[in-house]
């Protein structure tokens, strides 16, 4: 009899307890808030632009690298084996130059875009603590690791009200 009721003693104050800790657990859709806030769309406009004008600028290389190799190509017959051949070797360097500034250029945009987005979300993350600790929240979980929630659970658009509203200037520098 005296480990029932100590059982039932336990059951109880753990549902107790899990019953609390639920009242003081929220979840928000963190890509969303990235994705629709002010500085967020700023973010990914900016970099889609720099994005689209690095591969016109490649296309635009590439062009004129093939056309190059076509003018070459016509000159085969008309330059000795060893001019020729000369030529070639140039073309494979400007090839080569050509995919190394490329990759390079590629490689420094992801590089800016993340220290960016790293920028941003550290400013969120300070705008989410916050918003825990003034509304008592014990834990906001990401809803990309919820299977099922009540929707006044989610907090998404109360965070992302905040990030417009407190972070107004945010700059993005130009490297380029």
Same mark, same amino acid.
């Given at each position: 009899?005296i480990?029932?009721k100590f059982?039932?003693?336990?059951l109880?104050n753990?549902?107790?307890?899990?019953?609390?800790i639920?009242?003081n657990?929220?979840?928000?859709?963190?890509?969303?808030?990235?994705?629709n806030?002010?500085?967020?769309?700023?973010?990914?406009?900016?970099f889609s632009k720099?994005n689209e004008n /690095?591969?016109? *600028? &490649?296309?635009n290389e590439?062009?004129?690298?093939k056309n !190059?190799? $076509?003018? %070459?190509i016509?000159q085969k017959n008309?330059?000795?084996?060893?001019?020729?051949?000369?030529k070639v070797?140039i /073309?494979?360097e *400007? &090839?080569?130059?050509?995919?190394?500034n490329?990759?390079n !250029?590629? $490689?420094? %945009?992801?590089k800016e875009?993340?220290?960016i987005s790293?920028?941003f979300?550290v400013e969120?993350?300070?705008?989410i603590?916050?918003f825990a600790?003034?509304n008592?929240?014990e834990?906001?979980?990401s809803?990309?690791?919820?299977?099922?929630?009540?929707?006044?659970l989610d907090v998404t658009?109360?965070i992302?009200?905040?990030?417009?509203d407190k972070i107004?200037?945010?700059?993005i520098?130009?490297n380029g």
């Open positions: 009899m480990k029932t059982l039932f003693f336990i109880i753990y549902l107790f307890f899990n019953f609390s639920a009242e657990i929220v979840y928000a859709d963190l890509d969303s808030i990235i994705k806030s002010d500085v967020g769309k700023k973010i990914i406009f900016h720099k /690095l591969i016109e *600028e &490649i296309k590439e062009i004129k690298i !190059k190799e $076509k003018s %070459l016509t008309i330059l000795d084996t060893e001019e020729y051949s000369k070797n /073309l494979k *400007e &090839i080569d130059q050509f995919n190394n490329n990759s !250029k590629l $490689k420094q %945009l992801n875009k993340d220290e790293k920028k979300m969120v993350n300070r705008i603590k916050e600790e003034k008592n929240i834990m906001i979980l809803s990309n690791h919820i299977l099922i929630g009540k929707s006044n658009n109360e992302l009200k905040l990030v417009n107004k200037k945010f700059e520098k130009n």
